[in-house]
């Protein structure tokens, strides 16, 4: 079981709150196998590409792999006290392009941005994962220069109230925070560019991903819990 939670508050003040050894023994002991912590820190603050929909952005995500017959509410009751405030879903884990290894508890060479998305009112559920998966995935690996690219369906909240349907975990390397040619690696073709964004605008469109839309740059360190 795959579960994500985005926390709000001061980013400086989660980013050691959630990469302390105490907090890792204690989730471990919660059932935790594996934990990923996403922070907007100052590596990431050049970042130019963020998008808010929710009433303010994220300060991080946290993803937990947990045990068979673990709860989320002992994984709650440890994460919601260290934000301000907070949500979680169960997800369920997709990886179209998976990343290298992350070297353990070191942070990952590149800028993660994660995507919030919601089905649209025109789609349903079966149509709007169709188009998503099934058609946009092969496109967002072709037009953008990824090298890691996770989709994480909700399939429940698990804590607080926001509206998630998906989300998106996408590894590029850290020029891209500021060069679009280095975001979609048309490699300083402004008409290769503008071919890809076309292509990318066309495929977001039909899932709905081209509004109503949040989009978290974050540094991401992940823990092997079986070894911390």
Known sequence: MKLMYALWGAGLAL?????????????????????????DDADVAPAKLRLTTLDSPAAAVVSLWAKAGAEPDGFTGLLAPLAERSAGWEVEERTPLVPPP???????PALAQIGFLRIPAN????????NWQGLHTTVAIE????????QNRVLRAIHGTERIDALVEE?????AMTDVHAFYGSGGDQAEL???????IESVTRFGAHENLDILPTSRYVYDLARS
Request: glycine share 4%; with cysteine.
């Open 123 to 130: 789609l349903t559920p079966d149509e709007w994962l169709h």
């Open 194 to 200: 503008n071919r890809r964004l076309t292509l990318m």
């Open 143 to 150: 037009t953008q220069a990824t090298f890691g690219y996770t």
């Open 171 to 175: 590894l590029f390397p850290m020029e």
């Open 102 to 108: 992350d070297p353990d508890g070191e942070r990952c």
């Open 15 to 39: 980013d050691p709150a959630l990469r302390t050894p105490e907090l890792r023994a204690a989730l471990r002991a919660a059932g935790a196998a594996r934990l990923q912590v996403n922070l």
